[in-house]
């Protein structure tokens, strides 16, 4: 592993330990070349994946993007970090099991908006409003009279 500090390849693994969830392997490593500590990650990745944007534009999944975004909408909600990474990692094991290596953004994003639903209504909003392209505070109203107006919520696969 490349050291981040001074680009060394000689960085040695001081501690290995599983994550919270058990989905990724927590490594802590040390440059021998500079004396710089830092953390990486191991996950398994059953397949490479491509997203099919909207515009037709192919590029490849990230899962650190998709994290960014979930964070986003979760900024300063009282939720605990391992519940937000279970969802992200969730997420990604139902994008590569569905068999194909191809997805389309939109089904990325109707799995993160179910996500978020059942984590946290704020959070869930906030995703809403950038995913559904809110423009004005109407589009707002009408969003939250379908969350609590019907007992279900919005319905979000016609997205």
Do not use: W
Request: hydrophobic share 35%.
């Amino acid at each position: 592993m490349r050291c981040p500090y001074c680009g060394s390849l000689a960085s040695q693994v001081k501690d290995s330990r599983p994550t919270e969830d058990g989905a990724a392997i927590r490594r802590r490593r040390v440059c021998p070349d500079c004396g710089g500590r830092f953390t990486t990650f191991e996950r398994v990745q059953l397949r490479e994946l491509t997203v099919v944007k909207s515009s037709g534009r192919r590029v490849p999944f990230d899962r650190d993007k998709l994290a960014r975004s979930v964070e986003i909408a979760m900024r300063k909600r009282p939720v605990e970090s391992e519940r937000v990474e279970r969802l992200i990692s969730g997420i990604v094991r139902r994008l590569e099991s569905m068999g194909d290596s191809e997805v389309h953004s939109e089904v990325i994003g109707r799995l993160v908006m179910e996500g978020l639903r059942a984590l946290d209504d704020v959070a869930y909003v906030r995703f809403a409003s950038v995913y559904k392209n809110f423009r004005e505070a109407k589009d707002f109203e009408e969003f939250l009279e379908e969350l609590s107006g019907s007992g279900d919520g919005p319905d979000t696969s016609a997205v």
